[in-house]
């Protein structure tokens, strides 16, 4: 399961977002510093209206979404590299995720008290990210030193030290490990690491109801800073959010067109969430259930059955495919079938967004 975690400085509505996000979540959100001090863990359904399509051709009983894992994590402060606010607490908590989800305050409200006292939120995002590369950082001169002794009587040992080197020049100059590129052997020796400054990224720009279409000025300084580390945006309001979720299924859509938007922040996040790791998502489909499935793009059919078991993946023989919309157009398997719009694929296959699969295979 892909899990996400919220992170940000205290008081830019993280809290209210993750409940809002995971409606029945139990995280306190409130007006002073660190009032989420355990991690709070949601699991949501991926909404994918595509489910309940395939769920009506298939007379399907039960429809089985993904699901996503979100974790509220405490308020950063500066310093937290050092153990401040419980710092050190907090950034193995951001270890444990795929991907982060940086909270940034861009609404003015006199209510809510900003712990900097000002809204401002590339000093924000800098507060953040400069902790985390410190923290990065602490770790990588644990490694280098350990490393010197290998490198003076071994090539690879001497290739690994250059890499924590380069890397931690990279640090130094305000890159994060995200922008260091590296080849296959240098990602061996990197990824044990579990950087932080190396984890996908994606900046929740948290305005105002009134915003939340058109975006603000604090909006753009996000986006222009985003674009330079490779790094996403996904505009929300955990105003808006918080709302609906008081709100009837039905009456959703009208309210966020109401507001000149069409979908939720959950939509929105984990859409760019999935962009940002290459995810993909399949399907299955029968009178038993429809059920989604989550891959990283470019897996082989055998390697997508194994995500569902792993008899699956060592007994494959075949994938009966057909892309989603073909099968949606035809109205039935059957009539796909008939127009050879149902293909028996091998295991060099690889499989498309969309795809809805059977998969053959020996136990």
């Known amino acids: 399961m892909l899990r996400a975690g919220i992170v940000g400085l205290p008081n830019v509505g993280k809290s209210t977002l993750f409940n809002a996000l995971v409606a029945n979540a139990k995280a306190q959100a409130a007006n002073f510093?660190?009032?989420?001090?355990?991690?709070n863990v949601g699991v949501v359904a991926v909404p994918d209206e595509r489910l309940q399509i395939l769920a009506k051709i298939s007379e399907s009983a039960e429809i089985v979404p993904t699901r996503v894992e979100f974790v509220d994590i405490a308020g950063l402060v500066k310093g937290a590299s050092k153990g401040e606010g419980l710092g050190n607490q907090f950034l193995a908590n951001i270890?444990?995720?795929?991907?982060?989800?940086?909270?940034?305050?861009?609404?003015?409200?006199?209510d809510i008290i900003h712990v900097s006292?000002?809204?401002?939120?590339?000093?924000?995002i800098e507060v953040i990210n400069l902790?985390?590369?410190?923290?990065?950082?602490?770790?990588?001169?644990?490694?280098?030193?350990?490393?010197?002794?290998?490198?003076?009587?071994s090539k690879e040992g001497q290739a690994?030290?250059?890499?924590?080197?380069?890397l931690a020049a990279a640090l130094n100059e305000g890159k994060s490990a995200r922008q260091v590129p590296f080849n296959e052997d240098?990602?061996?020796?990197?990824?044990?690491?579990?950087?932080?400054?190396?984890?996908?990224?994606?900046?929740?720009?948290?305005?105002?109801?009134?915003?939340?279409?058109?975006?603000?000025?604090?909006?753009?300084?996000?986006?222009?800073?985003?674009?330079?580390?490779?790094?996403?945006?996904?505009?929300?309001?955990?105003?808006?959010?918080?709302?609906l979720i008081e709100l009837p299924e039905e009456e959703r859509t009208d309210f966020l067109a109401s507001l000149g938007v069409d979908e939720g922040g959950l939509k929105s996040l984990i859409g760019a969430t999935y962009e940002l790791l290459g995810?993909?998502?399949?399907?299955?489909?029968?009178?038993k259930e429809t059920r989604a499935w989550t891959i990283h793009a470019g897996?082989?059919?055998?390697?997508?059955?194994?995500?569902?078991?792993?008899?699956?993946?060592?007994?494959?023989?075949?994938?009966?495919?057909?892309?989603?919309?073909?099968?949606?157009?035809?109205?039935s398997m059957g009539a796909a079938k008939e127009k050879g719009l149902v293909r028996s694929e091998g295991k060099e296959y690889v499989v498309q967004e969309g795809d809805v699969l059977l998969f053959r295979f020996n136990v």
Request: net charge negative.
């Open 95 to 110: 270890r444990e995720v795929d991907a982060i989800v940086h909270v940034v305050r861009c609404f003015e409200d006199d």
């Open 117 to 124: 006292g000002s809204i401002d939120p590339l000093r924000d």
């Open 160 to 166: 690994e030290l250059e890499t924590l080197e380069r």
């Open 33 to 39: 510093p660190f009032c989420t001090i355990e991690p």
């Open 186 to 243: 240098e990602e061996a020796w990197i990824k044990p690491l579990g950087l932080l400054t190396g984890k996908p990224i994606i900046y929740a720009a948290n305005v105002s109801e009134d915003d939340l279409a058109a975006g603000n000025s604090w909006v753009e300084q996000v986006r222009t800073l985003a674009m330079q580390e490779n790094a996403q945006v996904v505009v929300v309001s955990a105003q808006v959010e918080a709302e």
């Open 279 to 287: 995810l993909r998502t399949y399907f299955t489909t029968g009178p």
């Open 131 to 153: 902790e985390l590369a410190l923290a990065d950082l602490s770790q990588i001169e644990r490694r280098i030193e350990r490393t010197r002794k290998a490198a003076r009587s």
């Open 299 to 331: 897996m082989l059919a055998p390697q997508a059955a194994g995500v569902i078991h792993s008899d699956f993946e060592r007994g494959f023989i075949r994938a009966e495919t057909v892309a989603y919309q073909d099968l949606v157009t035809n109205g």
